[in-house]
């Protein structure tokens, strides 16, 4: 069983729509959690960092974790085309990160 | 924004040569990674060093090797390149403490004839 489990996608979605993401994981030992941006050709790119269960906002994404069900999520509001990318999701234990296959996300203008 | 570089971006090359992929970083990160990844699969750890003169294997078996003789450099070398080494490979850092959020490079495609 892999530890980082991602929904698959891909999503299409029209610009303006709410996008959702989200992974599971299995190991309880996990720190931190994190959301990460990646455009095609290109590296990795940090959104947003949480350790704690609960919501945090940073403009139009939200960034959830259930600690209790080892379940995060983010979501993009107000979804730009510019928003089209693959996200991953990742997390780590002593320094190391252990990501999601990614899901890939067309915002249709 | 992040500064850290890799070069090439772009690699082909025949089988049996030996290459190295540069990375570098401008932001004095004592920790530096080196991933593999595949189209739709999840990147894969191969190497990573927490500081000068450190290295370890990561969770993905490689063939490849790293040297950390400074702290800004982590070369990532293949002594002979087969076709099964074509990958995506990334470079990352992050800084002591806190997270562990990795700050990635854009990323050398390499592709073995």
Not at chain 1, 15 to 30: D, H, K, P, Q
Not at chain 2, 21 to 50: A, F, R
Not at chain 2, 51 to 79: A, C
Request: proline content about 5%; overall charge negative.
């Amino acid at each position: 069983q892999k530890e980082v489990e991602q929904d698959p996608g891909p999503l299409s979605v029209p610009e303006g729509a709410i996008v959702s993401l989200n992974c599971t994981y299995s190991n309880s030992a996990f720190q931190y959690f994190m959301w990460y941006r990646q455009y095609s050709r290109k590296g990795p790119e940090l959104l947003m960092y949480t350790y704690s269960s609960g919501n945090k906002e940073d403009g139009r994404f939200t960034a959830q974790v259930d600690k209790s069900s080892k379940y995060i999520s983010l979501f993009i509001r107000d979804s730009q085309p510019s928003d089209s990318a693959t996200y991953l999701c990742a997390m780590s234990v002593d320094y190391k990160l252990s990501f999601g296959a990614g899901t890939t996300v067309t915002v249709r203008a | 924004e992040a500064d850290i570089y890799q070069t090439p971006r772009y690699l082909v090359i025949g089988t049996g040569k030996k290459i190295t992929l540069e990375c570098s970083q401008t932001m004095g990160h004592d920790k530096m990674y080196w991933y593999q990844q595949d189209p739709g699969m999840e990147l894969h750890l191969i190497h990573y060093s927490y500081g000068v003169n450190s290295t370890e294997k990561g969770d993905l078996s490689s063939e490849s090797t790293v040297s950390r003789i400074r702290t800004e450099h982590f070369p990532l070398t293949l002594e002979s390149a087969r076709p099964s080494h074509t990958s995506q490979y990334l470079c990352a850092s992050s800084e002591y403490g806190g997270a562990g959020t990795q700050y990635f490079g854009p990323g050398t495609r390499l592709t073995v004839l």
